[in-house]
Nanobody, 126 residues
Framework: QVQLVESGGGSVQAGGSLRLSCVAS????????MGWFRQGPGKEREGVAA????????SYADSVKGRFTISQDNGKNTVYLQMNSLKPEDTAMYYC???????????????????WGQGTQVTVSS
């Protein structure tokens, strides 16, 4: 059974930074791809960044390219999302998700992910 636990959310002013962490437990094969997603008030859940843990292949949403960085520490079974130059429109509940995948199947589509964390709130004020 896979469990994902997020941490690191909070409230910051525009231009600030936060780092989210997601610790995964359970089958390594089931978490070969991990991603960060977000859902703002009245909005659909959207993919932010994803990574193939076998070799680091990554994918980013256009809205966060150059500002957010996804990384991993396989020794700690942890995936991070470093968020810099935060904007008020980044305000959302951020979720970590996982799925089994290959290096060429990194996707930002929420429907492709099997396992989800509880989420951590990020609020950016102007």
């Amino acid at each position: 059974q896979v469990q994902l636990v997020e941490s690191g959310g909070g409230s910051v002013q525009a231009g600030g930074s936060l780092r989210l962490s997601c610790v995964a437990s359970g089958s390594t094969g089931s978490t070969s791809c991990m991603g960060w997603f977000r859902q703002g008030p009245g909005k659909e859940r959207e993919g932010v960044a994803a990574i193939w843990r076998g070799g680091g292949t990554v994918s980013y949403a256009d809205s966060v390219k150059g500002r957010f960085t996804i990384s991993q520490d396989n020794g700690k079974n942890t995936v991070y999302l470093q968020m810099n130059s935060l904007k008020p429109e980044d305000t959302a509940m951020y979720y970590c998700a996982a799925r089994p995948c290959r290096w060429n199947a990194v996707t930002l589509s929420p429907s492709e992910y099997n396992y989800w964390g509880q989420g951590t709130q990020v609020t950016v004020s102007s």
